[in-house]
Nanobody, 115 residues
Framework: QEQLVESGGGLVQAGGSLTLSCVAS????????MGWYRQAPGKQRELVAE???????NYGESVKGRFTISRDNGKSTLSLQMNSLEPEDTAVYYC?????????WGQGTQVTVSS
């Protein structure tokens, strides 16, 4: 069964850092394009960062220069290093795997940044 499990969320002060992880199972991780999305209360889900199967990364404008996405195909793990966190980064962060018409979502992990 396809499954994505996120971890690493929590409460952090503004200016701090967190690293999120997403472990995949039931999929051929290395051939999937992967991404991190987030959804704040009352807002639409938005792209944070994505990385293709070839390792090419793309970031949302609000996180450029602060967040770094990476993948370890050997461990079927997607990571998101988040630095210089701001209260506006507070949201539930979701891991996403995409392969043509197949899309898999994780259950999400809460990130809260206090001012």
């Amino acid at each position: 069964q396809e499954q994505l499990v996120e971890s690493g969320g929590g409460l952090v002060q503004a200016g701090g850092s967190l690293t999120l992880s997403c472990v995949a199972s039931g999929i051929a991780f290395r051939i999937y394009d992967m991404g991190w999305y987030r959804q704040a209360p009352g807002k639409q889900r938005e792209l944070v960062a994505e990385i293709t199967r070839y390792g090419s990364a793309n970031y949302g404008e609000s996180v450029k220069g602060r967040f770094t996405i990476s993948r370890d195909n050997g461990k079927s793990t997607l990571s998101l290093q988040m630095n210089s966190l701001e209260p506006e980064d507070t949201a539930v962060y979701y891991c996403n795997a995409r392969l043509t018409a197949t899309i898999v979502w994780g259950q999400g992990t809460q990130v809260t940044v206090s001012s």
